[in-house]
């Protein structure tokens, strides 16, 4: 219950960081707002000086910053983002279609990501110091030093350019998954396996574990009964935080694999300096970050009941 | 979440991995102020005729699709991110040692709005509170210098934080408080010797995040803008003559890697 309170809290902070951000980039743009405004409400032909005029009165954007940003929070509390600067289209019809390219690209990854990280790690783990988990070590140092944009480059290279296997972007049939799916879930694997091989070499050195072992448990019932539970708590805690990894991979990777989602409308809308699309990007960004930790304290208290984690 | 404070310090292979870290970035950083000294040239004179040439004298490394030396950009971009970074690690490890220890020793509402608000910064992707920044500053270096530094005092704040408030908390504190040592006392002589090493560890991870961003922002262009050489934008530009000139665009890319590899194992093991 706090916990739900404590995250409300920084959820409406979040928009309020967000929404000052937003404010204080409306006003620092250089050119006449309240014209530009105004052409993309009435139309390039139709505006005149009243119509600007009528504008700067109703946004304030003359007056006290004070006013003027109250009212633009308050806007922005209402979920009114207004239309685009440069498409003219409602800012949240936008946001919600790349919303659904994004998260497929990032359910993608994390599932990959999963899929790889965890098992090495908990192989690794099991046995502390051996080749498995030297050979890891190495490979997720390595990795973690690469930025996603440079794997996304040498993948591009290697793999459509140099081979020719796979299209270096868009979007639509399945193998255009492949590239910006394996370049996010490597990084994510690389630590993922860490966290993994790291809770696994604890518990298995843990009085439990060897009790469990000596009373004739095969290594498979050990494992399988004792050991991923009390794995899978520190990895689900970090999955939570390896969201904000996520999701500022998801601003490279789509921007250089050309994915129609969040990150690349973000990047964009930065470039041609279309506030209101920054601002609803960035607030769906940030919240669901919000929400994604909310529902991770969820699951780690029903994997862990005991209230630890 | 994220303490490196109460990791194992000890782990095989460790003090080797930070020798070898310490290596690398002292040899990045060499070359980016020695390398202009003992070839001396202009990272901004083209000679198209020169594009994408291979390595002379005068630049060591070939020339770039514009016909500039890559060899005096390269030292000029490992200056240019280097120097941001340590800016921004600086501002916000100052700023994160104060407001950390001011939460920990006031505690009540001090602590509470200060957390609130680390929580909420937390929310946010870093590369998205920094693009945001960029946005409103146009001066690209100032931009970056103060949304990184927005970014990462965080994480500074929370360390510090935590480990004061340990540490304020033992019996070695009371005991100095009781013998009537003043709070600049206390803070030289037990909680900076239990903060610094956090302090470094946090830093060159900082680093690596604020060279890291710096050049992601540059490969998606709404970074540093050209020509300024800038490591992610190099790349960037010499990308589409991977195949005339690959030492062109190996020169950045693995500047790059050995800069950031360099500052992730200085940093030492930690998640995320």
């Given amino acids: 219950m706090k916990s739900l309170v404590s995250r409300i809290i920084q959820a409406g902070l979040v928009a309020v960081l967000i929404g000052t951000a937003t404010f204080a980039m409306m006003r620092a743009l250089p050119g006449d707002m309240a014209w530009r405004i105004a052409s993309h409400r009435y139309g390039y032909d139709n505006v005149d000086a009243a119509a600007a005029d009528a504008v700067r009165e109703e946004l304030a954007l003359d007056g006290p910053a004070l006013p003027a940003l109250l009212r633009w929070l308050g806007d922005l509390a209402r979920l009114d983002f207004g239309n685009s600067l440069v498409s003219g289209a409602p800012v949240m019809d936008e946001v919600v279609h790349q919303l659904g390219a994004s998260l497929q690209l990032a359910v993608a990854a994390l599932a990959l990501s999963l899929l790889i990280g965890p098992p090495l790690g908990i192989l690794a783990g099991l046995r502390p110091g051996g080749l498995l988990d030297r050979g890891l070590l190495v490979l997720s140092t390595g990795l973690r030093a690469v930025p996603q944009f440079l794997l996304a480059l040498v993948l591009i290279l290697l793999l459509s350019v140099g081979l020719g296997l796979l299209p270096a972007a868009g979007h639509g049939a399945a193998r255009h998954f492949i590239l910006p799916t394996v370049t996010l879930a490597l990084g994510l694997a690389a630590v993922n396996a860490r966290i993994a091989r790291d809770a696994m070499a604890r518990i298995a050195a843990m009085p439990f574990w060897r009790f469990a072992e000596w009373k004739g448990l095969s290594r498979r019932q050990v494992l399988l009964r004792h050991g991923l539970r009390n794995v899978a708590v520190p990895l689900v805690t970090y999955l939570g935080l390896q969201f904000v990894t996520l999701v500022e991979g998801v601003v490279i990777v789509e921007s250089v694999f050309g994915w129609p989602g969040i990150g690349h409308a973000l990047v964009h809308a930065i470039f041609a300096r279309d506030v209101p699309m920054v601002q609803a990007t960035a607030l769906v960004l940030g919240l669901g970050f919000v929400l994604v930790n909310a529902g991770v304290d969820a699951v780690t208290r029903t994997l862990d009941p005991r209230g630890l984690a | ?272």
């Fill in chain 2, 1 to 272: 979440m994220t303490s490196i404070a109460h990791r194992p310090a000890a782990r095989t292979g460790f003090a080797w991995a930070r020798s070898l870290g310490a290596a690398l970035v002292a040899l990045a950083l060499a070359f980016a102020i020695l390398g202009p000294v003992l070839v001396p040239g202009d990272p901004f004179a083209q000679s198209l005729l020169k594009a994408l040439a291979g390595p002379e004298a005068g630049a060591p490394l070939g020339y770039d699709h514009l016909g500039r030396s890559i060899y005096h950009r390269l030292a000029h971009a490992l200056r240019l991110s280097p120097l941001i970074a340590l800016a921004a690690v600086a501002t916000a490890g100052a700023l994160g040692l104060t407001l950390g220890t001011l939460a920990a020793a006031r505690g009540g509402w001090t602590d509470r709005v200060l957390t609130t608000l680390a929580d909420a910064l937390l929310a946010l992707p870093g590369l998205l509170l920094v693009l945001i920044v960029l946005a409103i500053m146009p001066s690209t270096a100032t931009g970056f210098w103060l949304g990184l530094s927005l970014v990462l005092w965080v994480e500074f704040f929370r360390l510090t934080r935590a480990a004061v408030r340990d540490t304020l908390a033992s019996p070695a504190v009371q005991a100095t408080r009781l013998l009537g040592f003043g709070p600049v006392y206390v803070f030289r002589r037990h909680l900076w010797p239990e903060i610094a090493p956090m302090m470094l560890t946090a830093g060159a991870f900082g680093m690596a995040t604020a060279i890291m961003g710096i050049a992601a922002l540059g490969f998606v262009s709404v970074g540093m803008r050209a020509p300024t050489p800038e490591l992610g934008l190099m790349m960037v530009e010499l990308m589409p003559y991977w195949q005339e000139a690959p030492h062109a665009l190996l020169a950045p890319v693995s500047a790059t890697f050995g800069l950031l590899l360099g500052l992730t194992l200085l940093a030492g093991s930690r998640e995320t």
